[in-house]
């Protein structure tokens, strides 16, 4: 009898540590947590960029040049207290810009130090006619920036968190600002 209570204890322990994973479509918004999360960075994202080619102000720069603007995304600084993947965030925003077919998106950063160390590496094993050419990338007329802030209020077992991206693209020339936008993500996450 001992040995059965014990085999009826060890097949209850084991059966109460297993793990299901099921699967879910990733355009579902899940929030476990109530920390900015895939969905938050999706959306937000998605907004801004259609609110950014959408804007009177970028359409106006578009029309007072000769070419599709080509776009560079620079950095984008979390001043959260909050672990926020920037590259992750800015990956979204430039597929929400190359996807929209207003603008050209341009390598940044080691992307681009990567592509510049394979036409080093062409230069000398490639063949003549088809080897990249140095002088033939195309150069951004616009940079993208933004940040994240956020700001907490709590009360009891309640909290309130509102979270603001802030974008900024400039004129790669002038300096000047063409667009401004902010989008915000407010959360209420009871204990």
């Known amino acids: 009898m001992a040995?059965?209570?014990?085999?009826?204890?060890?097949?209850?322990l084991l059966t109460s540590c297993a793990r299901t994973v099921t699967r879910i479509d990733p355009g579902q918004q899940v929030d476990l947590s109530g920390r900015?999360?895939?969905?938050?960075?999706?959306?937000?994202?998605?907004?801004?960029?259609?609110?950014l080619l959408n804007?009177?102000?970028?359409?106006?720069?578009?029309k007072s040049h000769t070419r599709k603007p080509a776009i560079?995304?620079?950095t984008f600084r979390n001043k959260t207290s909050e672990h926020i993947d920037a590259a992750n965030f800015?990956?979204?925003i430039e597929l929400a810009v190359y996807n929209s077919g207003v603008a050209d998106v341009v390598e940044?950063?080691?992307f681009r130090d990567k592509i510049r160390l394979e036409r080093i590496d062409q230069q000398d094993f490639a063949s003549p006619k088809t080897v990249a050419k140095w002088?033939?990338?195309?150069?951004?007329n616009l940079m993208l920036l933004g940040e994240m802030t956020s700001e907490t209020d709590?009360?009891?077992?309640?909290?309130?968190?509102?979270?603001?991206?802030t974008l900024f693209l400039t004129d790669m020339e002038t300096n000047q600002r063409v667009w401004y936008g902010q989008q915000e993500i407010k959360k209420n996450i009871r204990n």
């Open 90 to 92: 800015i990956k979204k």
């Open 72 to 74: 560079i995304v620079g």
């Open 108 to 110: 940044s950063g080691d």
């Open 135 to 140: 002088g033939e990338e195309t150069g951004a």
């Open 55 to 62: 804007s009177e102000k970028f359409k106006e720069y578009c």
């Open 36 to 51: 900015w999360n895939d969905s938050d960075s999706r959306q937000i994202a998605d907004r801004m960029v259609n609110d």
């Open 3 to 12: 040995s059965h209570m014990r085999m009826l204890l060890l097949v209850m």
């Open 154 to 165: 709590i009360y009891k077992k309640q909290r309130v968190v509102n979270y603001t991206a």
